[in-house]
């Protein structure tokens, strides 16, 4: 029983739209600056909230937020933002706002990630993971308010992506009114729990595991959505996600299993959008740990993995073999690297060198699709056979999804994990700063790689504005990356997103986020 109790609320209404959105798994929480998992991005910061500054619909553009306009200084270290005026929050069952969003909020909500000595800084286990991957903490000297609705963003360096940066799903805007008054009742936990937020849609009520219920904010600063209700059916199963698709217990469905892909366009009743993911998947050894902190030890394992007959089982052919850590979509792609041969005969000498013998490992399998990864289990599989062959015993273990992602960031994690990435602005620093660099260690950095000749280059890369310059960096960067090894790349996948013929205007995140703001149901 999927969300029954939900469901049926949300059909009670006679004349109500409402767009039922199959997900592929349950949020780790509402607020999306404690998290970096996409499947909790798309059920907080996209319906929920809004930031400075948005990513067009469909885009990787920037265009004004929450900020109508916003200037920088000559050197690049001062920001000053112009909010909206007359940005409401949501009014609901469990909060009523008495004014409009101010400077106050938006200060609020990045320094309660910033500062140690802020009475939010602890809460929700104080894991800002996101803002300390980008290197936030020592980037931002200061927010402050110059009045309500202006507000002073100070830097200690110049950031060539920092505009982009803000319309991230880290930065969205809380209500500090709100914030204050759970605070006051001692309820702190609630703002994770029940969000409050200026976003397209407002929560209703979550079931968890089972459904997530929102209706269309009426008070909305871009004009009410033209569904009124948007429920998120939490159906982990692909192949269970595809029956409710083609019986219309849902309108859209995240992550098709590339196997159904042709019989869900040969379906009359159905659409099938795509396009090529700005996503990798990597399997990402811990180079902390021995033998892993040996690069002919990870070179010799990315030797013996046929990542073409991956792409071809997993994928149906649908994604490329990865060689670099972005993808071939991403300005500043390096296509001079050379991949790692597909050579177990030539592992197998590599590891000798090493000295590595008899080496067992645990190989880490992702309990959920992804983007970028629509089966991790059969990969894993696939990983441990040809392993095998060098005579590597690799053993495949998982977890629940929340519990991977924090296991799989710690120091002293066990083995190699397969993840990946969508990118989220467009810019390479996305990619190899958050993924790859050395603030990012313990956290988004699942290899645990600091290496200082590459780290070197993307802060380097980071201060220039010159997009030419930057691009000559991140292809050094791209060529050590190769050297080095931390991950093997493994591919980089076409994205599909079927849906019911009903649906209009949907248009897919070059992002990967799934986004319902303008979209409609015919009935």
Known sequence: MIGVSLLAAAAVSADAKTLVYCSEGSPEGFDPALFTAGTTFDASAKPIYNRLVEFERGETSVIPGLAESWEVSDDGKEYIFKLRKGVKFHTTDFFTPTRDLNADDVVF??????????????????????????????????????????????????????????????????????????????????????????????????QKDAAIRYKANPDYFGGKQPIDDLVFAITLDPAVRYEKLKAGECHVASYPAPADVKSMKENASLQVQEQAGLNVAYLGYNTLVKPFDDARVRKALNMAINKPAIIEAVFEGSGAVAKNPIPPTMWSYNDAVKDDPYDPEAAKKLLEEAGVKDLSMKVWAMPVQRPYMPNARRTAEMIQADFAKIGVKAEIVTFEWGEYLKRSSEKDRDGAVILGWTGDNGDPDNFLAVLLGCDAVGSANRAQWCYKPFDDLIQKAKVVSDQAERTKLYEQAQVVFKEQDPWATLAHSVVFMPMSKKVMNYKMDPLGSHRFDGVDITE
């Open 109 to 206: 909500s990045f320094e309660r990630q910033l500062k140690k000595d802020d009475p939010w800084y602890n809460y929700g286990g104080g894991n800002w993971e996101y803002f300390a991957s980008m290197s936030m903490p020592d980037l931002i000297k200061s927010i402050e308010k110059v009045d309500d609705q202006t507000v002073k963003m100070v830097l200690n360096r110049p950031e060539a992506p920092m505009v982009a940066n803000l319309a991230m799903d880290f930065a969205s805007i809380v209500s500090k009114e709100y914030a204050d008054k759970l605070k006051a009742d001692g309820k702190m936990e609630m703002l994770n729990q029940e969000p409050v937020g200026t976003g397209p849609f407002q929560f209703v009520a979550y």
